[in-house]
């Protein structure tokens, strides 16, 4: 015999997510078209959603050839995994993020990008020396939430740099 309270049990998912089979996946739908829509728009914030998006994938990217090239060395791998995901994130930025590929060309997009980055790679080197410097061993979240830190101001500063400063000259200034 089944207890009747186990005929009306809702597993705890669906107090979350909801019942998926009863025209949730509609508004899931919608949302997502919404969503992709947003994304496509030319404005401010949806520049900076796609840069985001942009740079949490070459941050994978540089973590997969970290891990992979990692029996070469610290060094040599990091230097390899910085290079491959900042010249992808520049392209990726140029074509997607900007949708500058008929204004600017590969070579001017590395350069321009390609100096912030580095900008950005002497800022989390010096921060992480003067924390050692001070602190001594710190511990390890210290060390990654000073990176983070420093890359979200770096990054915050790229983004800046190619929306407003690198635009080629004769467009108007962005709204």
């Given amino acids: 015999m089944t207890c009747p309270s186990l005929l009306r049990y809702r597993p705890a998912a669906t107090e979350f997510v909801g019942d998926l089979s009863r025209g949730s996946w509609q508004r899931v739908r919608d949302t997502a078209t919404a969503l992709s829509a947003r994304l496509r728009r030319d404005d401010t914030a949806a520049q900076f959603a796609r840069f985001v998006l942009v740079g949490g994938a070459s941050t994978a990217v540089y973590g997969a050839l970290f891990i992979t090239l990692g029996g070469l060395g610290y060094l040599p791998a990091h230097l390899a995994a910085t290079v491959a995901s900042s010249v992808l994130a520049n392209e990726m930025h140029r074509q997607l993020t900007f949708r500058a590929e008929d204004r600017v060309d590969w070579l001017s997009a590395q350069v321009e990008a390609g100096s912030v980055a580095l900008i950005g790679l002497v800022a989390t080197s ?19 939430t000073l990176v983070a830190a420093v890359t979200a101001a770096i990054g915050l500063m790229r983004f800046v740099a190619l929306r407003w400063i690198f635009r080629p000259t004769g467009l108007p200034a962005a709204r």
């Fill in 126 to 144: 010096l921060a992480l020396g003067w924390l050692d410097s001070s602190v001594g061993s710190a511990h390890v979240v210290l060390q990654i």
